[in-house]
């Protein structure tokens, strides 16, 4: 298509502004409502590639875990209406994980606007809680300002995502060329002089401390400097929900993760605590137990807490030291401190250790036949390898036994959405080539992305993933059990063979009915790699590791 000199198609614009915001990746399924972009985008794969998804959900958590591994926002495009919808669930994966995320969405024509016209939804108020900001370009002259915006607001403070609306006549508007834009960046900013101050009081007149990390938008230099943090601090770190990959696993201060069933004897530490440094966690119902784990508004243990943003710092829990500071910021900071109470907490976090490692070994349930599997997992694949989830009791054997060793290996949706795991395993497989890629999913959760193979396969990618069948809703037939026992109701499912529904996409497939198959179907798909399928059938009388319906 030719234009004027000196001027440049509005589809266009937008494109170059993705690619000078250091955008490397879109994800999107094509739509009629954003067709110029689709063509601004053709002859441009060195640059930014746009990977064809098949279905907008899918889309938008790839988007979100190309936001979690990158530090730039993840971009999804998706069409008007039903496309809007789809894409909704990756959204609040987004928002609920602090990922920074744009998804833009076509729009009807700017004259058909408050009609009901064919697919029109008005995003601002379907969009209005679960987005930093909403917002439409109506004027392409000011599609610059709008982008960089975007960019901004969501790497910003608590980070999340940004819904732009995008009309379709507007993306063929012609633009004089404009000026070059500047790439944004996280705005770093540390606590004040005196929260840092009265924090090393505090850790000085502790027993009993525990340092809680977790929440988004961590980098390699602010989870390398977490470490030295604890190290020199000798203090015991313990991590949110799906956060597990904040500090590696393998590290003698790391003691376990708070979360989905929160075991005895991490409920028995913040109990115990007499000093909470949260890092980064909001605090929310999954890592609190149901706020149950901590009285509000006025907690037991001092409480120190570290966010990017104000306004959430205090919002159930009132800390004694607000410290308000993006997690890079405070851990540099924190690491260069002398130890505080030299030797005090040492043994304290031996032992502390010990417990995690008890806890963690598949010996501490020795009739439960998935344990062994993940550990298994642990030893073989390679420190880097990437483990992604998405939502069901399966993870509960995933979390428990495997253990996350460098920064970015778990991708996991701290909202509990199902079907996170294959998109986030294919944006893992397009940013990381070099890093093995395992999906992780219950059969349940699997089939609510599954149409995603044809996307890995399509587009040529490396990656494994590894289905734990129950033939059930696991972890809503636990609830069931314990509310309702015997009275099973909508949990049970019919699933296809999986085997035989991979190799329909063009991937190779196995099912491992036993430990001994499993480790010899792990090592052939590392051996082939390609897109690969490893079923494994579960004994639907598990609940959870070690604990059996009966």
């Not at 930014?48 to 875990?65: H, K, L, N, P, S």
């Amino acid at each position: 298509m030719t234009h004027p000199q000196n001027t440049l198609r509005a589809a266009d614009h937008l494109v170059d502004l993705l690619v000078a915001q250091g955008i490397t990746t879109a994800f999107g399924v094509p739509g009629e409502s954003y067709l110029p972009v689709l063509d601004a985008f053709y002859g441009r794969e060195d640059a930014i590639r746009f990977v064809t998804c098949r279905q907008e959900g899918g889309a938008a958590m790839a988007a979100d875990a190309y936001g979690k591994l990158t530090g730039r926002p993840g971009i999804c495009f998706a069409t008007r209406g039903p496309g809007a919808t789809n894409a909704s669930a990756g959204v609040h994966v987004a928002h609920q994980d602090s990922t920074p995320m744009i998804l833009f969405l076509g729009q009807v024509a700017r004259g058909m606007t408050d009609r009901e016209a064919f697919q029109e939804i008005d995003y601002r108020r379907m969009f209005g809680q679960i987005a930093k900001w909403v917002a439409q370009i109506d004027d392409a002259s000011r599609l610059q300002e709008y982008v960089n915006r975007a960019v901004r607001t969501a790497l910003s403070g608590r980070p999340g995502p940004v819904v732009l609306a995008l009309p379709e006549d507007m993306l063929y508007d012609m633009l004089p060329s404009p000026a070059a834009p500047a790439r944004a960046e996280t705005p770093r900013f540390a606590a004040s002089a005196g929260a840092m101050d009265a924090l090393q009081k505090r850790i000085a007149d502790a027993k009993t401390p525990l340092v809680l990390a977790g929440g988004g938008a961590w980098t390699d230099a602010g989870i390398t400097a977490l470490q030295r943090f604890a190290e020199t601090q000798a203090l015991p770190v313990a991590v949110s929900l799906r956060c597990q990959s904040l500090i590696d696993n393998r590290h003698p201060n790391y003691i376990g993760h708070y979360g989905v069933g929160t075991p005895p004897y991490l409920k028995r530490i913040m109990a115990d605590t007499d000093l909470l440094i949260a890092i980064g966690p909001r605090l929310g119902e999954m890592t609190t137990n149901g706020y149950s784990l901590l009285s509000s508004p006025v907690t037991e243990q001092k409480l120190a807490h570290v966010f990017p943003q104000p306004e959430e710092i205090g919002r159930v829990y009132q800390p004694d030291i607000a410290l308000v500071a993006d997690t890079e910021s405070f851990c540099t900071a924190a690491a260069t401190w002398d130890p505080v109470s030299p030797g005090a907490f040492s043994n304290r976090t031996k032992q502390l250790r010990e417990d995690y490692e008890a806890f963690s070994s598949p010996a501490s349930v020795p009739d439960d036949p998935l344990a062994r599997h993940f550990a298994h997992l642990a030893e073989v694949l390679p420190d880097d390898a990437i483990v992604t989830n998405g939502a069901g009791n399966y993870a509960g054997w995933l979390h428990r036994f495997y253990r996350y060793r460098a920064p970015g290996s778990q991708l996991a949706p701290t909202s509990g959405s199902m079907g996170y795991g294959l998109p986030a395993a294919i944006a893992a497989a397009i940013c990381e080539p070099d890093r093995e890629v395992y999906a992780i999913a219950g059969d349940g959760c699997f089939l609510m992305t599954c149409q995603e193979l044809a996307t890995a396969v399509h587009h040529d990618l490396t990656l494994t993933v590894i289905i734990i069948d129950n033939a059930r809703y696991g972890t809503i037939r636990a609830h069931q059990e314990r509310e309702y026992p015997a009275r099973v109701s909508g949990t049970g499912l019919t699933n296809p063979d999986f085997c035989a529904f991979a190799r329909s996409f063009g991937a190779q497939a196995e099912k491992a009915p036993d430990y001994d198959s499993f480790v010899a179907a792990v090592a052939a798909a590392r051996t082939r790699g390609g897109v690969n399928l490893i079923e494994v059938p579960a004994d639907p009388g598990f609940l959870s590791p070690g604990t059996r319906l009966d």
